[in-house]
């Protein structure tokens, strides 16, 4: 069984940054592939970004290209999420998510190629 993490949710202005974090336990951690969720009130669970398991490839939703880093660190078992230029629209619920194993250069955009999930952060965003 695999377990998700998340940390560095908060409050913060727009404009503003935060860095959200991921640790997952499994001595396998290099093979998953990881993404980043999100969800607001209201809404349905929207894709924020992916990442290979080697770290090679990354994806993102036009939303939040330019703005959103996303990152790992296999010798930590952690992967990360820089957020910069914040903006109310990104107010929501984060979560992280595994998929074991993930394929070479591959980057899962929905959420039910997934199986693990973490128990999500809050990010809100004031204006």
């Known amino acids: 069984q695999v377990q998700l993490v998340e940390s560095g949710g908060g409050l913060v202005q727009a404009g503003g940054s935060l860095r959200l974090s991921c640790a997952a336990s499994g001595r396998t951690f290099s093979t998953y592939a990881l993404g980043w969720f999100r969800q607001a009130p209201g809404k349905e669970r929207e894709f924020v970004a992916g990442?290979?398991?080697?770290?090679?490839?990354?994806s993102y939703p036009d939303s939040v290209k330019g703005r959103f880093t996303i990152s790992r660190d296999n010798a930590m078992n952690t992967m990360f999420l820089q957020m910069n230029k914040l903006s109310p629209e990104d107010t929501a619920v984060y979560y992280c998510?595994?998929?074991?194993?993930?394929?070479?250069?591959?980057?899962?955009?929905?959420?039910?190629?997934?199986?693990?999930w973490g128990q999500g952060t809050q990010v809100t965003v004031s204006s």
């Open positions: 998510a595994a998929k074991i194993p993930g394929y070479s250069g591959t980057v899962y955009v929905e959420p039910d190629r997934y199986q693990y």
């Open positions: 990442i290979s398991w080697s770290g090679g490839r990354t």
